[in-house]
């Protein structure tokens, strides 16, 4: 059997059907993508002074309390194509507040336990994007802030952010002529380096063991 001219077939078959099959499954996937991202979480440290008429009747300064608050931002996409439908966000503990922007319409439901509690949103087109702020006290363990977020159709994946800056189009546009033309230089070096390859791989195939 001829090796070098079976590895070669094999290399030039698999490797376009392989890619072939990678493009054609992500153009032709239908179905929604619920991703989601959370903002770091910030402490307000609130001093409450007490009214004129509490430091008139008191002979001694009072201590100005203060109230420590919490915040952060969840941010819920649907990457994909197709709606999703009944989503929901899960809290073990609830916050004091929160505020939906852009408003969708939406549903507040009680756990089974009395505590925990959901948000239930009818559904998020293709594309679009809610930010959800928070607003709450003294937390106990900070894993009950967000217990998980699903559709109807799978459980939502977490994406990790930073902050990047956003370059003029010219800039972008450079950069991708680069590495268009390091894809060129690829391609021939590796067409260069194919002819040695496989004959190397057959001179080890048909390499006379004693």
Known sequence: MN?????KGLFAVLVPSIIVELIRREINHQGPRLVYYLSEITTHAI????????IQSSSSPSTPQTIFLNSYVLTVRNNGNIAAHNIEISHPQWPHHFEIRPFVRHEVVQG????????QIPS???????SISYL????????NLLEYVRSEEGVAS??????NRVFPM??????WGFCFLG?????VIIWWLYPPIVHFIGVLINFPRG
């Open 158 to 163: 977490k994406l990790d952010m930073n902050l």
């Open 170 to 175: 010219w800039f972008n546009g450079m950069v």
């Open 47 to 54: 001093p409450q002074n007490p009214p004129p008429q509490a």
């Open 136 to 143: 709450f006290g003294p937390v106990a363990n900070w894993a």
């Open 3 to 7: 090796w070098p001219i079976v590895v």
């Open 124 to 130: 998020l087109a293709p594309k679009e994007t809610i």
């Open 112 to 119: 089974p336990n009395g505590q925990s509690r959901w948000i």
């Open 183 to 187: 894809l060129i230089f690829l391609g």
